[in-house]
């Protein structure tokens, strides 16, 4: 099968596809870029599989367009065989899950992206920026296949087009015809879904040179091509001529095509045309909203007064791409998916990611005596594969003889510092953090308020002495050489930020914490028994070994060895500090002492986490790269927007504000975001008249907006949460 898979991949590239690979027995990309790293090189793919001989095989879409049907049973076309017959003309593979992939290449002139339902439930297609699993991959045991008479034998010019009634959909989005009914009379038309388009274009804010530029760029692109569902090519323009001008500088064309594209490509967390299907999508109050209801007598209150919504962009959870590191932090990762029963790649990351950090505490610096303690804390549901990480990283430690380094949970302030001064580089496994956070914020005594003190002075006293408490009977009480702090927490998003309060958002330990957020639950599997890779265990037990400094084991006193950054690294490392003192000086003008507190830890944390791209890429002679930069400020510009986010839709400033987050986070949930007025009271548990204070305060903030649908004898009223690309809380 090894060999099987080699020679497939150079047989595809030989034909003219290019291809790269994938995860043993998954379909995650093992190259950094992903299928941007794909090519027809016959020597760098047989270097690709000489390096993973059980990768699969990553092929990548662009000029062609796959129709992706997921599900064996699925019902897409069982009635219009004439149409189901025309896919036949198409190479069709089939998938290990019962579903199929038909290859087509794209016609000339189009330029046709990623969509995901488009053109039906679970019937996505992949194009320009995107990439299929092809045969004879596996992924659960069960291999990818050609079907019998349809097999992929071509090159990209022998394809088929696809047939005349998909390119009319995917030019124009009209799926599941001709059964769709007539839309009613009331409904938007093209134009005013246009001119809605437009007006909340002019409403968003122009972006700015730096990172923050970037997402604001692309959050306006995504609101037109998936917001509102129009054309890329329509979008470009509309971005060219009604944003780009506001923009200083302005971008360039290709820059713009380059977000449409990737707009149109990546998944997002809400269905294709959500800004398009509201009744009242944000529009400026001098916009004539005239004809666009779509619910026959119904009456949208306040809708002439909707505004964008107010609070931080949502730049939604990490995108995959980011989710990679190259050598032992993504060895370790592949090794944890390969054997959770319920794979799950945010927290296979995150743990490989606080094991790296820990295995290189006190042992590595940067040039500016940055190290590699971090706090990391991974969201995820209950059961969707939060364990397996932390009994990898057990497993690890313990095979390169540390694993008494290795806590599970700390009870006090004063516990963390004696595990520390017996053992100066630790990781701690913690599970369910928010409870702790909980114990911090209630706490009558000092015990808990210790944890959060312990927490935060730890951290910053990496690269010098933390000096122990005073204990009776000790005159000297002694001192923590460099002690190197690691935290892996685990804990269900929403009580997380349930969890945390407005003071630990100002005092910095928000600031310090880096958030990742699970996907969705996958398909579980069958437990499976597998010994940890050699490379992994003698990577693990170098560490271990590696000692610079002066002393013994026992009395050892560490010099970090400096890894050295590249000049082009040490240039976007200070591009990355100038942004983000850019965002602090924009906080600190607007009063905003969260935004201050956070944005003032970006530039460290990117440091921190270039240096754990280095040394796991190369322990034994790294050197900081501008990939590694590029990676860490990424992620970390991406993650700090994140919890700039999260915590504005979740932490009260006081009792009041609580119960506006508890209304709006009670309407995101609904669905349709909406519920009636006698629903919504009673989830609310209020009185009458609290709620309706409640109510008009959401109202006149432009967050709520009431709909009134006469009936006879009592009009029906309702709720409904205003939407936009930010889906910001109540402020």
């Known amino acids: 099968m090894t060999d099987f898979l080699s020679d497939a991949a150079l047989a595809y590239a030989r034909m003219g596809y290019p291809v790269f690979p994938c995860a043993p027995g998954g379909k995650t990309p093992i190259t950094k870029h992903g299928c941007k790293d794909a090519t027809t090189d016959e020597a760098r793919i047989t270097a690709w599989w000489q390096k993973h001989p059980n990768a699969n095989i990553g092929l990548a879409t662009a000029g062609l367009i796959v129709v992706d049907v997921d599900g064996a049973e ?40 990623n969509s995901s339902g488009k053109l039906a439930p679970k019937v996505d297609t992949r194009g320009n920026g995107g990439y299929i699993v092809a045969p004879p991959s596996v992924v659960d045991g069960k291999a990818y296949r050609w079907a019998d008479g349809l097999e992929f034998l071509t090159s990209p010019n022998g394809l088929p087009e696809p047939p005349p009634w998909l390119v009319e959909i995917l030019d124009h989005g009209r799926g599941r015809e001709p059964e769709q009914p007539v839309a009613p009379v009331s409904a938007p038309r093209c134009d005013d879904v246009e001119r809605r388009a437009v007006a909340y274009l002019d409403a968003m804010p122009p972006s700015v040179s730096g990172q923050g530029g970037h997402n604001a760029a692309y959050a306006a692109a995504t609101a037109m091509v998936h917001g509102f569902g129009l054309a890329p090519d329509r979008a470009l323009t509309l971005l060219l001529t009604r944003f780009n001008p506001r ?34 999508a944000p529009i400026p109050a001098d916009v004539d909203i005239s004809g666009i209801l779509t619910k026959a007598g119904t009456v949208t209150v306040g809708a002439n007064n909707a505004k964008p919504p107010s609070g931080p962009p949502d730049p939604g959870p990490m995108p995959d791409e980011l989710l990679r590191v190259p050598g032992f932090i993504g060895e370790v990762m592949d090794y944890c998916l390969d054997t959770a029963p319920y794979p799950n790649p945010v927290m296979a990351f995150a743990g490989a990611l606080s094991l790296q950090a820990f295995l290189a505490g006190r042992r590595v610096r940067d040039p500016g005596d940055n190290r590699t303690n971090i706090y990391l804390l991974g969201l995820a549901h209950s059961s969707a594969g939060k364990d397996e990480p932390r009994k990898v990283n057990a497993r690890i430690a313990h095979a390169a003889g540390i694993a008494d380094r290795v806590g599970l949970r700390f009870a006090s302030g004063e516990g963390i510092q004696d595990a520390l001064f017996l053992s100066p580089c630790m990781l701690f496994q ?44 000790r005159e000297n009480p002694g001192v923590i050489d460099q002690p190197c702090l690691v935290i892996f927490g685990t804990a269900t998003p929403k009580h997380y930020y349930d969890a945390l309060s407005e003071r630990m958002l100002t005092n910095g330990f928000f600031a310090r914490m880096l958030i990742l957020e699970s996907r969705p639950r996958g398909a579980g599997r069958e437990p499976r028994i597998r010994d940890l890779p050699a490379r992994i265990v003698e990577a693990a037990r170098w560490w271990a070994e590696f000692t610079p400094g002066t002393g013994n084991l026992a009395n050892w006193h560490p010099i970090p060895v400096v890894v050295e950054q590249t000049e082009e690294a040490q240039r976007l490392l200070v591009e990355m500090r100038l942004s983000a003192e850019a965002e602090y000086a924009r906080a600190e003008g607007q009063g905003d002492e969260v935004g201050t507190t956070v944005w003032g ?33 990424a992620f970390v510009m991406h993650q700090t927007r994140r919890m700039l986010f999260m915590a504005a839709g979740h932490v009260a400033e006081n009792p009041f504000h609580a119960e506006c987050l508890r209304a709006v986070e009670k309407l995101r949930s609904a669905p349709g975001r909406e519920l009636p007025h006698s629903v919504l009271l009673k989830r609310m548990k209020m009185d ?26 009592a009009h029906f009223r309702s709720y409904r949460l205003v939407g936009g690309v930010n889906d910001g809380g109540a402020k």
């Open 247 to 280: 923009c200083r500088p302005p971008w360039s064309e290709r820059e713009l095509r380059h977000k449409v594209e990737d707009a149109a490509s990546k998944p997002h967390g809400r269905p294709l045309g959500w800004l398009r299907d509201q009744e009242s």
């Open 74 to 113: 699925n019902p897409w076309l069982a009635d219009q065989p004439d149409r189901r017959q025309t896919l036949c003309a198409a190479p069709l593979s089939l998938t290990p899950s019962g579903g199929r992939h038909h290859v087509f290449r794209q016609p000339d002139g189009k330029s046709w992206g």
């Open 688 to 713: 009458a008249k609290n709620f309706a204070v409640l109510i008009e305060t959401l109202r006149q903030q432009g967050e709520v907006e009431i709909v009134t649908t006469p009936r006879p004898g």
């Open 601 to 633: 830890r970006v530039s460290e944390q990117v440091r921190k986490l270039a240096l754990i791209h280095a040394v796991s890429e190369n322990r034994v002679s790294p050197r900081i790269g501008a990939e590694a930069v590029r990676w860490a400020s």
């Open 430 to 473: 913690t599970d369910e953090i928010d409870g702790i956070l909980q114990s911090i914020n209630k706490a009558r005594d000092a015990r808990h308020e210790a944890i959060m003190s312990t927490l935060l002075t730890m951290y910053s006293s990496a690269n010098s002495v933390y000096p122990m408490r005073r204990k009776a009977g």
